[in-house]
C-alpha cells in the first residue's frame, strides 16, 4: 500500500474522567487511518502536548479526547494558537455545547424542547436544597461532562441529599433536570446532513449511563430507529437544527427522549461524539453506508482542506 504524504497526529487520553474511552477512539481512529495507508502517530493530552505538536509538525491533528479540555474548546484553542488544522468543531462551538446549561438556554430561546432545568453550585460551602420549581423525580448532572459521568436519577428527598453530597466531592456545578419518562434516541449529523436514528435500550438500566456506553452487551441499539417516518424526520430536523444552533462543524450527535405520547425532547448534544467500537455515530453512518474508514477518511479531509485555506491566508 502506497502511505500517504501527509502527517496526522491523534490525540487521545487526556485527564477527565472519560481517559479510557478517548483511548478506546483513539485506538480506533488510529487503525484506520493505517488502513488508508496514512502513517498515524499519537500522542496524549499532556503537558507536553504543545512541544510534541511542534516537533511532530502535523499537517492535522486528530482529536479524539472526550469531555473536559478535549471537548469544550481547551485543545481547540491550543490548535488554533499552533495554527494546526484539526478535525471536529472550532472552540466556541465546542465550548457551547460541553455546556449543558447555555446549551439549553440556547435550545430554550429558539423554542426548541428540553427539558426544565436548573444549576447549582458549591462554591459557598453549603448544599443546594431542593428547587422549588421542578418536581421529583429528578435527572442530576455536571454541568460540563460527557458520557453520561456522574449522572444519576433522584427520586427522594434522601437521594437528593445524598447525591448533592456525593458529587461536592468532585464537582463544583451541577444541573438538575426533569426527569422524562421515554425511549431513549439520538441523531448524528455529518457535514450538514442528518444520519439515521438510532434507538438505544439499556439493558437492565434506569437509563443510557456510562458503563451502558461503553460495556459490550449492556445496551442494545436499533438503526434505524423502530419508529414511523414522521418521528424520524422530526428528530433528524431537530438535530440539524441544534447542530447549526451551536455553529458545529463537521460532526456532531443530539440525544433524545420520546414520551409515549411521541412528543422529543433534547438531552444535550455531543460535539466530539465518540468513535470507539459500541459509539452510536459510527452505527448510524453504516446505516447510510458510510463504514468506519470511509468516515475517519471524510473528517481527515475536511480538517486537510481547512489547513490548505490556513496556507493560503
Known sequence: MN???ERIVVVMGGLGAEREVSIASGNGVMKALDRLGYEPQSVDFDERFVDAIRELAPDVVFNALHGPGGEDGTIQGVLEWLRVPYTGSDVRGCALAMDKHLTK???SAEGL???SWDTFDFEGGT???LPGSLNLPLVVKPRNEGSSADVSIVRTHEEWSKTMIAISERRSTVLAEEYVNGREFSCGVLFEEALPVIEIVPNARDFYDYEAKYEAGASYHHVPARIDADLGHRLQVLALSTHRLLGLRDYSRTDFIVTKEGRPYILEINALPGL???S?????CASAGIQYD????RLVGAALDRGRELVDI
Open 3 to 5: 502511505r500517504r504524504r
Open 105 to 107: 438556554k440556547l435550545l
Open 113 to 115: 424542547p428540553t427539558p
Open 127 to 129: 448544599l443546594p436544597l
Open 276 to 278: 470507539t467500537s459500541t
Open 280 to 284: 452510536l455515530l459510527p452505527e448510524e
Open 294 to 297: 470511509a468516515l475517519i477518511e
